[in-house]
């Protein structure tokens, strides 16, 4: 079978389903190149959309049904738009119900269409699937029922969908990113005001997303369960900081002298939130510097505070962040986004980036006997319709 990119894919199963033209949509992936299990505690975090990407291609209806193909699996299914109850099963159509569920809440009333999703971002791979799903199916139902949203709502809309109506606590981090970044630029986001300022990617280096094989095991569990101890944290402190909303308004010092009251886990948990925040702020500084040499070494304390700290990492992920930070062209590596498993981010100067590419699959592949899926990243446009879809 010839070669099809992913927008031909899914336009050409589009067409031989429905037998009509479709409107095509795209929806990037995002990188987070630091501040982890910041944005649900009121800290910034350093997310950018990246070239891997989620398609729709959608036509009206007129009855009110969503017919769904997912090209991820081959599976057919409707949404009756009259009955939007959960069923807590957390699939691929659970979400997309999710984003009608938030449309209708939000007064924009979703319409029927033909829809065929699908997408090159492994899925549960912590480079955002979901709020890649999300977005691109919300842009074509918004504008499918004729409505205008700023992206801010858009974004809003969509994290609704998934902390409420599928039910995974998430920040706001992944839906900012996707629906409001910019093509080479980070987003410094400030998670508490949702303030954002775009930043220049560094030229002269290059990040490298490895997937270490693993899906996350509880999709939303491990990830839930942080959340509620960061709850549990804030309530705690508040005996002794009255007025504190979020772990990530505290100093150092607030956490040492409250370390007996917090318990050994919360006092780690805290710690984590407390100390990225600070490489988060250096971090911003050695990107805007073009120290990349400072970026990295806080990329490897990152990831050792992820691991010892917050305890989100895996013996997968740690054994990926080794064997990158000992190829020579690495200036730093950790986990990236929930844990768990899923995707390492890895700092690499251009001129060694494939070569390392190719050392650290020969290196996973031997210690673990299976080759991890290894993707340079480049810069990406946040969601939208596209209407050249057939351009490289
Ligand atoms: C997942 C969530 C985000 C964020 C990261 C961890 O990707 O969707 O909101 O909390 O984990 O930084």
Redesign the pocket.
Same mark, same amino acid.
Request: net charge negative.
């Given at each position: 079978m010839p070669f099809q990119s992913v927008p031909a894919l899914v336009h050409s199963e589009f067409v031989r389903i429905f037998r009509e033209e479709p409107r095509m949509y795209r929806s990037p992936a995002r990188i987070?190149i630091i %501040? @982890?299990?910041?944005? !649900?505690n009121g800290g910034s975090?350093l997310p950018s959309a990246v070239n891997l990407f989620t398609w729709a291609a959608v036509s009206p209806r007129t009855d009110p049904v969503i017919d769904i193909y997912l090209c991820h699996d081959g599976s057919r299914q409707r949404i009756a738009l009259e009955d939007l109850s959960k069923d807590g099963s957390g699939s691929v159509v659970e979400y997309l119900k999710g984003v009608a569920w938030a449309m209708h809440t939000g007064g924009v009333e979703p319409q029927g269409c033909n829809l065929v999703v699908g997408g090159n971002i492994p899925l549960g791979g912590?480079l $955002?699937s $979901?709020?890649s799903l999300e977005l691109v199916v919300a842009s074509a139902l918004v504008d499918r029922a004729g409505a205008q949203l700023e992206r801010e709502q858009l974004a809003l809309l969509c994290h609704k969908a @998934?902390a409420e109506f599928v039910g995974?606590q998430?920040?706001?981090?992944?839906q900012y990113a996707i629906a409001l970044g910019a093509s080479g630029y980070a987003m410094m986001l400030d998670c508490r005001s949702h303030d954002f300022e775009l930043l220049p990617l560094p030229d002269d280096a290059k990040f490298l997303v490895i997937h270490s094989g693993v899906s996350r095991r509880l999709p939303s569990g491990g !990830?839930n369960s942080r959340r509620d101890e960061c709850a549990a944290a804030v309530e705690l402190l508040q005996q002794s900081i009255p007025g504190l909303c979020f772990l990530a308004e505290l100093d150092p010092g607030q956490i040492s002298d409250n370390r007996s009251r917090l318990g050994e886990t919360l006092f780690r948990r805290c710690r984590h939130v407390v100390s990225e925040c600070q490489r988060v702020r250096e971090a911003t500084g050695a990107m805007l510097e073009g120290e990349l040499e400072l970026l990295g070494s806080l990329l490897n304390e990152s990831h050792s505070s992820l691991r010892d700290d917050y305890e989100v990492s895996c013996s997968e992920l740690d054994a990926l962040v080794e064997i990158a930070r000992a190829c020579p062209g690495v200036l730093g590596s950790r986990m990236m986004? %929930?844990?768990f498993g899923g995707c390492t981010i890895s700092l690499v100067r251009p001129a060694e980036a494939l070569e390392t590419a190719r050392r650290i699959r020969q290196e996973y592949g031997r210690l673990l006997g299976r080759e991890p899926w290894v993707h340079v990243v480049g810069p990406a446009e946040p969601v939208s319709e596209v209407e050249d879809w057939h351009e490289p």
């Open positions: 987070n %501040g @982890e299990h910041l944005d !649900y975090v912590g $955002s $979901s709020a @998934e995974v998430c920040g706001i981090m992944d !990830y986004g %929930g844990g």
